[in-house]
């Protein structure tokens, strides 16, 4: 199959299967994954290795509020990654376009020297971008005029800002799409003497109610001194001046400082080895007051463009990352201009299928990719949840809800879109447990995966039939759904997991897709005739083919293959392996 628009960078016709982890995910760092894939068992399984962005430097979001792009000493060193090579492992790198962390040193220059600061204009600054749009509120942020507003879309609830304290004292608002922690440090008497004219022991009696105040979750200017308040205000003053922030900012995309720090960035990334570079949040990242600032028209391709001729001149292929509705055809304009993109429709098709003992949905879906020449990343499971959003349109609503209610019984939490409820997102569990923990289904799954169209990615936990983690749940508090599918598992365990059976036919499955040639995106696939519980796959390329059939209803299947000489590569069926 080779209909698409050729991919700009690096040749990827071989399309074998890629690792997806975090650095720490098995045994604490990038060195012991490595000694886990040096294992016999692991020996030819893998082309390649999306490592998540805990490498990098980062604060929050397990990994997406990148500080910088140099190597965590803590989880990774250049000779992990040159070990990796020397296994014929590349990789696969996340850069995120919207948005960096406070803590970079762009943004703490800013807090530190305020309008004086080089990268002043590196970050938005919500009130310079606002100016003339809306009216100037009490707090000292612009409320736009709703009919800038209307076509914008908010992560989530109130306006995305976050109040930056400068030098001087002044509050500047400042664009944040994603997450934001502010913290308040606790006091001491000293603390307190040295900011105001106050006596130790009241010192110390004040500093008590601040700090419990503080634990409780109250802001400086909400707490109650009681018969002490005439200190209030300089206590707000002092904990306010030292004030703490966690969180992603958005860049300035029309400031020539980002997109040097862009072009620094993917040389950077280059230099690691990276083939393929996944653009997170790049669809927020354009903004115009009026306009959308999710996909913004033109601004987004735009965006995309600028930065595929950065790529270019690398090597490296982009891999755009976007969860929009299947009937939105994204996906196809993404193709359409080039780009790889991810098929955050398979996950849930798969289980769909499953559970309806029907191809239906799955043969529609293939000949989509095949008839518009769409070049993919695909998976089972992964760091994110059981995509839910990405489905309307290819799956009915009532389909849609009835695989939310099958994960959902099989132990899986439900997320609906920013907080809103029926409007459903994704669906987070492992995927061996929304399959009902079934090791026949998690096969077939694998089988389905590595004979669609793409670069089959497989989550460290899928290959492992890792279950549902309530225990990291609940560590995670409040917000830590997708900690369900995050299991950091020991070097030994992860070890001894290799000897299940389940892990040892998915092993077999993934080394025949990663070395038999009749796969890739220059070879052939047709869909072979059949009845709808019976799936029928054949792939074509240089005088090979590999042929996959399964039963969608009793969970088995064959898959056979020939090279020129006829000879039978392999053969599964219900019981054994190859």
């Not at 130790?200 to 503080?214: D, R, S």
Request: charged share 25%; glycine share 8%.
């Amino acid at each position: 199959m080779d209909s698409g628009k050729k991919l700009p960078g690096k040749s990827l016709t071989k399309a074998g299967p890629m690792l997806n982890a975090y650095p720490d995910s098995i045994g604490g760092t990038l060195g012991d994954i490595i000694k886990f894939l040096k294992r016999p068992e692991l020996e030819n399984v893998f082309q390649s290795f999306y490592i998540l962005p805990s490498i990098f430097n980062t604060d929050i979001d397990r990994g997406f509020s990148i500080i910088d792009y140099e190597l965590n000493e803590l989880y990774a060193s250049r000779d992990d990654l040159n070990d990796l090579k020397k296994l014929g492992i590349s990789f696969k790198f996340d850069f995120v376009l919207n948005h960096s962390s406070v803590l970079s040193r762009q943004f703490r220059d800013i807090v530190e020297n305020g309008e004086y600061s080089k990268f002043k204009d590196f970050f938005i600054d919500w009130n310079k971008f606002w100016e003339g749009c809306g009216h100037m509120t009490e707090e000292g942020y612009i409320q736009p005029d709703p009919e800038y507003v209307r076509d914008m879309f908010f992560r989530k609830p109130g306006l995305p800002l976050l109040n930056i304290r400068m030098p001087d004292g002044k509050e500047v608002p400042y664009w944040n799409t994603f997450y934001q922690e502010v913290k308040y440090d606790k006091i001491d008497a000293h603390d307190l003497m040295g900011a105001t004219d106050i006596q130790y022991a009241v010192a110390l009696k004040i500093a008590e109610t601040v700090n419990t105040a503080l634990v409780e979750g109250k802001k400086p200017s909400d707490i109650s001194l009681g018969r002490f308040s005439r200190y209030s205000q300089d206590i707000i003053n002092l904990l306010e001046t030292r004030r703490k922030y966690l969180g992603q900012m958005d860049l300035n995309i029309k400031s020539p400082q980002v997109w040097e720090y862009y072009e620094d960035t993917l040389k950077k990334l280059a230099g690691y080895g990276a083939e393929i570079i996944r653009l997170d949040a790049f669809a927020y990242a354009p903004k115009e007051p009026g306009a959308r600032n999710f996909l913004n028209e033109p601004g987004t391709w735009n965006l995309l463009e600028g930065i595929r001729t950065m790529a270019d001149k690398y090597g490296l292929t982009l891999l755009p990352e976007i969860h929009s509705r299947y009937e939105e055809k994204i996906h196809e304009k993404l193709a359409g201009e080039g780009y790889m993109t991810y098929d955050f429709f398979l996950p849930g098709l798969i289980i769909d299928a499953l559970e309806r003992n029907t191809n239906e949905i799955l043969v529609r879906w293939i000949r989509d990719i095949r008839e518009k020449g769409i070049r993919l990343v695909n998976m089972l499971g992964c760091h994110d949840g059981i995509p839910l959003l990405d489905l309307k349109g290819l799956l009915a609503d009532e389909l849609i809800q009835n695989l939310i209610d099958t994960v959902v019984n099989r132990g899986g939490y439900i997320k609906d879109l920013h907080g809103k409820k029926n409007i459903y997102y994704q669906v987070n569990a492992t995927y061996y447990s929304a399959l009902g923990e079934d090791d026949a289904k998690l096969l077939l799954a694998r089988a389905i995966q590595i004979f669609m169209p793409g670069i089959p990615q497989v989550w460290y936990l899928d290959l492992l039939a890792g279950k549902n983690d309530y225990d990291a749940v609940e560590r995670a508090g409040p917000a830590g759904h997708k900690e369900i599918n995050r299991t950091n598992l020991e070097l030994d365990i992860a070890c001894e997991g290799i000897r299940k059976d389940v892990v040892q036919r998915q092993l077999s499955l993934l080394k025949f897709r990663n070395n038999f040639p009749a796969f890739g995106f220059d070879a052939c696939l047709e869909i072979l005739d059949s009845t709808p519980e019976i799936l029928k796959l054949r792939w074509e390329n240089n005088n090979c083919t590999a042929t996959l059939e399964a039963d969608l209803k009793d969970y088995t299947f064959n898959v056979t293959a020939t090279d020129e000489g006829g000879i039978v590569e392999l053969a599964f069926n219900k019981t054994s392996g190859t």
